[in-house]
């Protein structure tokens, strides 16, 4: 694994010091690694960014004072930039989607292996996000109401190109632009260009938004 980033800050925000010390002997192997601050709180967390702001923020879901979506609130509000990553060990669809829609860069189990969160980490500081299969699924589910006439107009060929929804659907399938650039026989830089466009096209903010404007739209099915 390579990335072209150096000497980055970590954060972690977690209440339990064990797990908060397992996360530390990881990352202080990898070598694009610098600093790696651990807090227990909010408060604490908070300091830290208006001191340095972290590159990435390992954030646990449940904690005694704060959960991870009112952490996740209140750091994106003033530091928007901020790129979280999950760590949590509930699975459950709402929060995954709860989670992605505030803004979060990906959603991981605690019980990740040591490769996977390495791999996110390093995804999410050189693409911004790291979807995998299970936070697609999740969001699809979270977001779609059965009920709801399916509309295909906001898919009109004319104002998506067949490239531009092919990559959407690439996307919906939690594929990274890596993926998607070796399945379609195009550069990664080419891929970002797509999405680009089809967030301007969507106005929306996220790869997390995106997906949920075509799960709505009757773009893609589950």
């Given at each position: 694994?390579?990335?072209?980033?150096?000497?980055?800050?970590?954060?972690l925000l977690d209440d339990h010091p064990?797990?908060?010390?397992?996360?530390?002997?990881?990352?202080?192997?990898?070598?694009?690694?610098?600093?790696?601050?651990?807090?227990?709180?909010?408060?604490?967390?908070?300091?830290?960014?208006?001191?340095?702001?972290?590159?990435?923020?390992?954030?646990?879901?449940?904690?005694?004072?704060?959960?991870?979506?009112?952490?996740?609130?209140?750091?994106?509000?003033?530091?928007?930039?901020?790129?979280?990553?999950?760590?949590?060990?509930?699975?459950?669809?709402?929060?995954?989607?709860?989670?992605?829609?505030?803004?979060?860069?990906?959603?991981?189990?605690?019980?990740?292996?040591?490769?996977?969160?390495?791999?996110?980490?390093?995804?999410?500081?050189?693409?911004?996000?790291?979807?995998?299969?299970?936070?697609?699924?999740?969001?699809?589910?979270?977001?779609?109401?059965?009920?709801?006439?399916?509309?295909?107009?906001?898919?009109?060929?004319?104002?998506?190109?067949?490239?531009?929804?092919?990559?959407?659907?690439?996307?919906?399938?939690?594929?990274?632009?890596?993926?998607?650039?070796?399945?379609?026989?195009?550069?990664?830089?080419?891929?970002?260009?797509?999405?680009?466009?089809?967030?301007?096209?969507?106005?929306?903010?996220?790869?997390?938004?995106?997906?949920?404007?075509?799960?709505?739209?009757?773009?893609?099915?589950?």
């Open positions: 694994m390579t990335t072209p980033l150096a000497g980055i800050h970590v954060a064990l797990f908060r010390q397992g996360l530390c002997h990881l990352l202080q192997d990898l070598p694009y690694v610098e600093t790696i601050t651990e807090t227990a709180n909010l408060p604490e967390l908070l300091v830290v960014c208006r001191q340095r702001l972290p590159d990435v923020l390992l954030l646990d879901l449940q904690m005694p004072e704060h959960d991870g979506g009112e952490v996740a609130q209140v750091l994106l509000k003033e530091f928007p930039e901020l790129k979280i990553i999950v760590l949590s060990m509930f699975a459950a669809d709402k929060y995954i989607t709860q989670m992605m829609k505030l803004g979060a860069r990906s959603y991981l189990p605690k019980d990740a292996s040591q490769s996977e969160i390495i791999h996110a980490i390093s995804e999410v500081l050189t693409t911004g996000y790291y979807l995998t299969a299970r936070i697609s699924r999740a969001v699809t589910r979270g977001i779609q109401e059965p009920t709801r006439k399916r509309s295909s107009s906001l898919f009109d060929p004319i104002y998506f190109t067949p490239r531009e929804k092919e990559v959407l659907r690439l996307m919906c399938q939690g594929l990274t632009n890596l993926n998607i650039a070796e399945k379609l026989f195009i550069s990664s830089r080419t891929v970002e260009g797509y999405r680009q466009r089809l967030l301007e096209k969507t106005e929306s903010s996220n790869t997390a938004s995106l997906i949920v404007y075509a799960v709505k739209n009757g773009f893609i099915e589950t």
